[in-house]
């Protein structure tokens, strides 16, 4: 598989806030009569007193094309935003970390291959064989923070400070997976990098992203919080809407290197200008931070399903590649959009409560660069040819299927002559059969994802699209219901001795319910033998353990299809 990479020379910026009239545009002779109308049209929808506004920014080989603001920074004292107005870059923070470890690289300061134990002292022994590269990779093995906040007992609405996160990734028992093994995106991983680039500057991660990043590039609006109460001047407010509703949403989370960022308009000028012509950077490092991550373990070549150095990942789009990552803090989003080998690059900043704006910034691609994504928006499923299969053929498919890895349940179907594929939340998609055993998912948009059946004893399906076809493995087995005898076997009380941590179990309605009082219920579905499953992040796979006298003794959390944390049984009942 080739993925080419990025060069930076074209950087499209949308800020969202609260908006009401047109603050600051400008012509630009760059842009056609008809490109610039369909960037107004864009941003305009925001253009009211009382809703949400924008902030534009197009950029081409460090050269100016559009720039136009509306809206408010905040709302109760009517204050515009401006090109110089702060924004939160929420997990896109994890992209100027990224380049800015390879700042530390080219000055000989850091080591791709170095542990990380060399300057990260009090992290746990087990993480010894974690270097940096693996950070970058997300290779570590090391746990996402935000899966130990939720099973140490944490709420969203809680404030997530990097004390706090540090605290949870040194309470670890083991890693995940051997270093450099595999592959599993983590915060914990550029939370961990910001510490690193603390530890080797001497400088902290705050003082050293200002004093040998920000502050050189002419970025004096751009910084890194150490703390989720630091006023910040001249800063955006966070907004939501709840039944139509204005109000405020604070931000809950401030990790160093992963969302900590915030930045303007303006110096995001310069960030791009940077990149286009780096002078911080070695050419050769650019390249890196836009190659798509991709090693070697033992006898096995293991790519990212399309995350670059960078931290920004590869997407299919209209019939081409492009580059994509988003985020949220509070009530503001973020995403970025980078073509290959086109130079271009688009960002936007939400604090309209908004979860996703990104298509803008997908949008704003397709209006600049038509000759490149040549695909359709919208796949006409008319024009593909499929194969005549009756129901009596389309029946052998049908059943239950589970994905161990990923604890995911599916159910494919049989309704009306037509195969669906069937979410627990009862959402389907239909199938079209276009090959012996295989069939295309009717998706809306361009995006084309398969189902690969097996033959033969031990039937299951490949999940996954044209780039990836085994993206998941989906496993046939038989359901059934256990009665009320034996569903109390598994009722009482379990711990996590880690984070003491008390679950109930019980029966409500005929089926098992885990509860705790600040993580909630969650209800079991059984899947096979003591294995159970549940819609509930981080509790999506459940494997009972029993003695010798098969007397149930805890719970095993599975993830991505290792034991991973105990449950142990403390009662029966």
Known sequence: MNFHRVKV???????????????????????????????????????????????????????????????????????????????????????????????????????????????????????????????????????????????????????????????????????????????????????????????????????????????????????????????????????????????????????????????????????????????????????????????????ETIKSTGTTLGQIGYHWESGAHKSWMRGNLGGFSSSVTKVVHKGFSSYIFANTGEAYTGWVTVRAALILLPDFFVGPSNIDYSKIKTLSLDNKALAQYCGDYWNAEAGFRRTITLERDTLRYVRPNGDSTPLLPIEKNRFQMMTPGDNWYFLKFSEGKDPYFHYGSREFPEYYTFDKYESKTLNASTLQNYEGSYIDKTFHVVYDLKIENGALVLKNYRIGNIPLTHVQGDTFSSETPYFTHLKFERDASETITGIQLMHHGEENRLLRKISIR
């Open 9 to 299: 020379s074209i950087g499209i910026v949308l800020f969202t806030s609260l908006g009401f009239v047109n603050l600051y545009s400008q012509n630009f002779s760059n842009l056609s009569a008809a490109q610039e109308q369909k960037f107004n049209n864009m941003v305009n929808r925001w253009d009211n007193q009382t809703k949400p506004g924008v902030a534009v920014l197009v950029m081409h080989k460090g050269e100016l094309v559009y720039k136009k603001c509306v809206g408010l920074a905040d709302v109760e004292h009517q204050i515009p935003i401006k090109s110089t107005t702060i924004f939160p870059l929420a997990e896109l923070s994890s992209h100027l970390t990224a380049t800015a470890a390879f700042v530390l690289i080219d000055k000989g300061l850091l080591s791709l291959d170095t542990p990380i134990a060399r300057y990260l002292t009090d992290m746990p022994d087990f993480m010894a064989k974690v270097r940096v590269k693996d950070l970058l990779q997300h290779s570590s093995g090391i746990d996402d923070l935000h899966r130990l906040h939720v099973l140490a007992g944490g709420q969203p609405n809680e404030v997530l400070s990097q004390d706090v996160a540090l605290k949870l990734l040194r309470s670890q028992q083991n890693l995940l997976f051997e270093p450099g093994s595999s592959t599993q995106d983590s915060a914990s991983n550029m939370l961990l990098l910001a510490e690193v680039i603390g530890s080797v500057s001497g400088k902290g991660f705050a003082r050293f992203m200002k004093e040998d990043l920000f502050e050189p590039l002419g970025m004096l609006h751009t910084f890194s919080i150490e703390h989720i109460d630091q006023p910040i001047a001249n800063a955006v407010l966070s907004y939501t809407s709840e039944n139509d509703v204005l109000l405020r949403k604070r931000t809950t989370s401030c990790l160093f290197g992963y969302n900590s960022i915030y930045s303007s308009l303006d110096d995001l000028i310069k960030w791009e200008q940077h990149l286009n012509n780096p002078s911080l950077l070695k050419a050769e490092s650019v390249k890196k931070l836009n190659a798509l991550i991709e090693f070697d373990y033992q006898d």
